[in-house]
């Protein structure tokens, strides 16, 4: 059964910081690994989808990888802003369009 | 092209009620998937329709049932409603299978059991 974990569970910034949030998962044979972001109350907005055979992408300020063979992905966050304060969750699919979902990071941006 | 939207987005019951809940996908997306969120187990996969078959399935009990019509809408239904299924309830659409592509998901139903 796939299992995956986010540390940390919370974190506060001051504004312009460049963070790293962490998800690994035990089962590596994954079709894909997607980061959302959720604020609060609200619904899961898509920020990045890395396939089985890419090692990372971009978006903006935004860049995700990807090593499938240590069950590890990184989203990392550039020159962070009060805006980027939401939850932010990784999930992987193993098999069909099935999303394992991590517990999440909670991020806060000071300005 | 429109987002997805879940209907209504608030319901409150009372337990032993039962409450259907309404997904629109997508257009031109032929899958959706039910999810429910609550801060003690987090996000958990409910079921997945296809082409207006169910295609997986997660570790519900058998009160929460799902289908799909042929517009691809989906609905969820879940029957003599207990404390703990007050949750968020999300939908997700995406075009095709085999996990490859994005999914996107609507804003949710909050669903209260009183």
């Known amino acids: 059964k796939q299992e995956v974990t986010q540390i940390p569970a919370a974190l506060s910034v001051p504004e312009g910081e460049n963070l790293v949030l962490n998800c690994s998962f035990t089962?590596?044979?994954?079709?894909?690994l997607q980061w959302f972001r959720q604020d609060p109350g609200k619904g899961l907005t898509s920020l990045l989808l890395?396939?089985?055979?890419?090692r990372e992408q971009t978006s903006g300020r935004l860049n995700a990888s990807l090593d499938k063979s240590s069950g590890r992905s990184t989203l990392y966050i550039a020159a962070s802003q009060p805006g980027d304060s939401a939850t932010y969750l990784c999930a992987v699919i193993n098999a069909g369009n099935m999303l394992t979902f991590g517990g999440g990071t909670r991020l806060m941006v000071k300005p | 092209k429109a987002g997805v939207t879940q209907t209504p987005r608030y319901l409150i019951k009372t337990r032993g009620q039962q409450v259907t809940l309404s997904c629109s996908p997508i257009?031109?997306?032929?899958?959706v998937s039910w999810y429910q969120q609550t801060p003690g187990q987090g996000l958990q996969f409910l079921f997945e329709y296809f082409s207006e078959t169910q295609r997986n399935k997660g570790n519900f009990p058998g009160r929460f049932s799902g289908r799909q019509f042929s517009n691809s809408r989906s609905e969820m239904n879940v029957s003599t409603l207990e404390l703990g299924d007050s949750a968020l309830y999300l939908c997700a659409s995406l075009y095709g299978t085999g996990g490859g592509d994005t999914q996107y998901f609507g804003p949710g139903t909050r669903l209260t059991v009183l």
């Open positions: 089962d590596s044979a994954i079709y894909n």
């Open positions: 890395i396939q089985s055979s890419q």
């Open positions: 257009s031109g997306h032929r899958s």
